[in-house]
């Protein structure tokens, strides 16, 4: 829906500038819409730019409804990772290293051999490598290893750069952004029936942004709309934290040259082609304490230790601590608000954001452009937050 552009007026308002926010906004930029991105805080402040920025679909879960839509994320991020550098200039390091998951237990091994046929039976090929042969790729994993399994198409990239070129593309293209916090939706006063018409949105110091549609997409902390809505965005907040391993100097050991995690453990080593290795993710439920802790440092590092060599003689360069957005059965909301005519929703991505990222952008980018998402998002509908609460 098009309305007149003022200063205070756009064709659709997006709440949140984290990676679903600013997708959004460079894709509806692509379709001719002229969108303005509000965010309270700083461009990719939440996790969006302190992820660990790996592109899988498969860290912690198997959701059928998810995994029908990484094909099409992938591609979507192929494409991002051409068009956005030659646009922006902004180079956010997309690389697809080779990925090990590794056994160091016989059940390990037959959940790696689990895992490989779901995946073939999705037409995602996996190479099963025996512990000699892994040991030969990578002199630096350790001898507790007795086999993997070898991924070629799960890259990594910088997610904060992502997100900042995605915004720049998108204010190419038109888009405006914004500062403030977002405190409610305008209606005005005429209802169609029972369905609420939005008319834009109010900020904390009492600025209205006017707009025919408005997304929101405010990470964990898109609960705070359900009071706006008088409707349920039962989404949570989860704290994350990674470790960073700067690599090793001269004579201390190989560079690690692959991705690695052990079946057995909940701790994955991702190789960046622009920052240093990202051991991850510790997780708990502590609001929005965005505290780093030395237990889970310490966690990390001794799950890490037991899968390379390298961990020993690796200088630790940071340790982030980051807020997943958790809903209540697990999957995103993603889709039009029940209720409402005009309101979006993208929220709860939980430790698939980065990956999921694209093709929630695309698709809401259609839906609010055209009526159409241009994907599968049925099972990922907002109505069945009208039944849940967290
Ligand atoms: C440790 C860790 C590692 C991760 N690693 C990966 C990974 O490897 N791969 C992957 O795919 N995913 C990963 N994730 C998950 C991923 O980072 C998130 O799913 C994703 O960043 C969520 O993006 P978002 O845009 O929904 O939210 P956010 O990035 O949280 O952005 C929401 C934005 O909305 C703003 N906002 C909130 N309220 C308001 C308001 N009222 N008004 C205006 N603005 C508002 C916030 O300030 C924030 O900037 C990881 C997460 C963590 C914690």
């Not at 405010?218 to 409707?231: I, K, Q």
């Not at 390298?310 to 360069?317: F, L, M, Q, W």
Request: hydrophobic share 40%.
């Amino acid at each position: 829906m098009k309305v007149a552009m003022s200063p205070r007026s756009s064709d659709v308002v997006i709440v949140g500038g984290g990676i679903i926010g600013c997708l959004t906004a460079y894709y509806l930029t692509k379709r001719g819409l002229k969108p303005v991105v509000i965010e309270a805080d700083g461009i990719a402040s939440g996790a969006s730019g302190t992820s660990a920025g790996w592109l899988t679909p498969y860290s912690s879960t198997d959701d059928p409804a998810m995994l029908a839509l990484s094909p099409a994320t992938l591609r979507l991020h192929a494409e991002l990772a051409e068009t956005l550098p030659a646009l922006t200039g902004i180079d956010h390091g997309y690389e697809a290293f080779p990925y090990l998951r590794c056994a160091v237990t016989e059940g390990g091994v037959r959940e790696l051999r689990d895992f490989q046929s779901r995946r073939a039976s999705e037409g995602v090929a996996m190479e099963w490598m025996a512990g000699e042969d892994v040991h030969t790729l990578s002199p630096w994993i350790t001898a507790e290893v007795l086999g993997a399994l070898r991924s070629d198409n799960e890259p990594t990239l910088d997610s904060y750069r992502l997100t900042m070129s995605a915004l720049q593309a998108a204010e190419m293209g038109g888009a405006r952004m914004m500062s403030g916090k977002v405190v409610g939706l305008m209606t005005p006063s005429s209802r169609s029936g029972e369905t609420r018409v939005v008319s834009g949105v109010r900020l904390e110091d009492g600025t209205q942004v006017h707009g025919g549609s408005v997304l929101l997409t405010m990470g964990p902390w898109s609960g705070e709309a359900a009071s706006w809505l008088d409707y349920p965005v039962p989404v949570r907040p989860q704290r994350g934290q990674l470790v960073y391993l700067a690599p090793p100097g001269d004579g201390d050991g190989p560079e690690l040259a692959t991705g690695v995690t052990a079946i057995e453990h909940n701790c994955s080593m991702v190789r960046k082609r622009l920052s240093d290795t990202v051991v991850g993710a510790a997780s708990d439920f502590v609001g929005f304490d965005r505290s780093i802790t030395s237990s889970a440092r310490d966690e990390l590092l001794i799950d890490a230790a037991r899968l390379s060599k390298r961990v020993e003689t690796a200088h630790i360069s940071g340790q982030t601590a980051c807020l997943r957005p958790v809903s209540a059965d697990g999957r995103p909301y993603v889709g039009r608000v029940p209720g409402w005519d005009g309101v979006f929703l993208a929220a709860g991505h939980a430790g698939h954001g980065i990956h999921y990222g694209p093709v929630t952008a695309s698709a809401i980018a259609g839906l609010i452009a055209d009526g159409r998402s241009g994907y599968d998002i049925a099972a990922l509908d907002p109505a069945r937050a009208g039944a849940t609460t967290v």
